[in-house]
């Protein structure tokens, strides 16, 4: 296990999710809803160890205030090119 998703932040307007937050130890990342829904296998969320930990930081304080939005356009660009995990990758979960 890498990390845990903590929160899954949803559009104001709509409620419809827009982003998983995943807590990696005391840091915490923003992958945009979609990504993270074509990444589960097995009910978890399956990807690769240094994709997660070369993502951008958020921090609770952003995610919860909807007039910081810079880090919804740096986890948009980091994940856009993501790919989901393998089906290889999705059976090796002791690896991550």
């Known amino acids: 296990q890498l ?15 827009t982003y998983a937050v995943v807590a990696i130890d005391t840091d915490t990342t923003a992958v945009p ?17 240094t994709k997660l930990a070369s993502a951008p930081k958020v921090k ?18 980091y994940w856009r090119n993501s790919r989901t995990a393998s089906k290889d990758e999705a059976k090796k979960p002791a690896d991550r």
């Open 3 to 17: 990390g845990s998703v903590v929160d899954i932040v949803r559009d104001k307007s709509s409620g419809k999710p």
């Open 33 to 49: 809803y979609d990504t993270a829904a074509a990444m589960i296998h097995d009910g978890k969320v399956i990807m690769s160890p």
């Open 60 to 77: 609770q304080s952003e995610w919860l205030d909807e007039t910081k939005s810079g880090w919804r356009s740096q986890a948009d660009r």
